[in-house]
T-cell receptor
């Protein structure tokens, strides 16, 4: 497996524009996570899915953020409208829990810059 | 889940052994300890996990005392490429959510 694949790797957009980040998890993994990382706040969990169903979105900063997982091999994180404070690296991760233990695999991240 | 406390940063030189200690005083019976490593411009990567005593793999060793209120990640003979942020996490068995703290920034110098 190629690991967790995120696209794009870099995104520069103007304030007010819609941004869509994409993620392909590892085949067979039943959990998918979206994280955001900034220098100030570190790694924050935004939302996670189990078997394509959103379980906890309490980390989503506001209504401008939305995430979907239409099938087991694809998820999107959308920001509409984008603001400069959304600039960060966004990571997608997938995992499966085996014997009660979890190992998560992260993608390379999408570096978002909103100007 | 138990809150974790680890040093903000550590410095070392190539060839030295590095030990990073994490405190988790409120760890529960069903909790285990896991460590992740993050290089600049990359996502975190799993290093090692354990419940008690000692665990060793090709990358590191993890020492967990009997009371499990702390754990120590040991990196033998570090190299420049071990410069990274190291995160200690306490996870509940059967639950999959990973919550990251600030981590420990390890800087290895020549």
């Amino acid at each position: 497996d190629a690991g967790v694949i995120q696209s794009p790797r870099h995104e520069v957009t103007e304030m007010g524009q819609e941004v869509t980040l994409r993620c392909k998890p590892i085949s067979g993994h039943d959990y998918l996570f979206w994280y955001r990382q900034t220098m100030m706040r570190g790694l924050e969990l935004l939302i996670y899915f189990n078997n394509n169903v959103p379980i906890d979105d309490s980390g989503m900063p506001e209504d401008r953020f939305s995430a979907k997982m239409p099938n087991a091999s694809f998820s999107t994180l959308k920001i509409q409208p984008s603001e400069p404070r959304d600039s960060a690296v966004y990571f997608c991760a997938s995992s499966q829990t085996t014997g009660g233990f979890t190992e998560a695999f992260f993608g390379q991240g999408t570096r978002l810059t909103v100007v | 889940l138990a809150k974790t406390t680890q040093p903000i940063s550590m410095d070392s030189y190539e060839g030295q052994e590095v030990n990073i200690t994490c405190s988790h005083n409120n760890i529960a019976t069903n909790d285990y300890i896991t460590w992740y490593q993050q290089f600049p411009s990359q996502g975190p990567r799993f290093i090692i996990q354990g419940y008690k005593t000692k665990v060793t793999n090709e990358v590191a060793s993890l020492f967990i005392p009997a009371d499990r209120k702390s754990s120590t990640l040991s990196l033998p003979r570090v190299s420049l490429s071990d410069t990274a942020v190291y995160y200690c996490l306490v996870l509940r068995r059967g639950y999959s959510t990973l919550t990251f703290g600030k981590g420990t920034m390890l800087l290895v110098s020549p």
